[in-house]
């Protein structure tokens, strides 16, 4: 069985650009959580959906950040404008309950 | 204000001798708690859990041990093998999980 799959792994871009990460939960996980992953900070709860509605978005640190669910296979993640501090690891995780989370392999964003 | 709190940011533990990671937290609604371990370049993956009826679950050389009057979670991995180098969170929460800032655990051969 596939995981949960984002894309892209690695993304370069310069300030100011506008940057979309994308991930497909597992078939049948209710549940959507995206997590960014900093040094200073571990692993930070940005959003996450049930059943494509957005619950809880108090973690996503300000207006430059939005997320979407448009059905259960699909979830985004969209900065605008990015900014060097955007820098860090972005990670979807999905769950069919409020139990253990599914992680995907991550993706690495790097703002110049 | 972190909730969940790993304060080792790094541990070396000989091969063979049990490894200790610590987690403290501070919100007394919590009630699941699990480890995660995770690999360069790879997403965290999923240990051990304990819900906050049980004070110690065990899988394997994984116990779990969790002390809800001091809030404070436990992760004993024995014997400590040099796969299980990694950096490990603690989370906790209920529909949401809340992670600590990861300790970096070093088995040295």
């Known amino acids: 069985d596939a995981g949960v799959i984002q894309s892209p792994r690695h993304e370069v871009t310069e300030m100011g650009q506008e940057v979309t990460l994308r991930c497909k939960p597992i078939?049948?996980?209710?549940?959507l959580f995206w997590y960014r992953q900093t040094m200073m900070r571990g692993l930070e709860l940005l959003i996450y959906f049930n059943n494509n509605v957005p619950i809880d978005d108090s973690g996503m640190p300000e207006d430059r950040f939005s997320a979407k669910m448009p059905n259960a296979s699909f979830s985004t993640l969209k900065i605008q404008p990015s900014e060097p501090r955007d820098s860090a690891v972005y990670f979807c995780a999905s769950t069919p309950n409020t139990g253990e989370l599914f992680f995907g392999e991550g993706s690495r964003l790097t703002v110049l | 204000d972190q909730q969940v709190k790993q304060n080792s940011p790094s541990l070396s533990v000989q091969e063979g001798r049990i490894s200790i990671l610590n987690c403290d937290y501070t919100n007394s609604m919590f009630d699941y708690f699990l480890w995660y371990k995770k690999y360069p370049a790879e997403g965290p993956t999923f240990l051990i859990s304990?819900?906050?009826?049980?004070d110690k679950n065990e899988d394997g050389r994984f116990t779990v041990f969790l002390n809800k009057s001091a809030k404070h979670l436990s992760l004993h991995i024995v014997p400590s093998q040099p796969g299980d180098s990694a950096v490990y969170f603690c989370a906790a929460g209920n529909e949401k999980l809340t992670f600590g800032t990861g300790t970096r655990l070093t088995i040295i051969p």
């Open positions: 078939s049948g996980h209710d549940y």
């Open positions: 304990i819900s906050s009826i049980k």
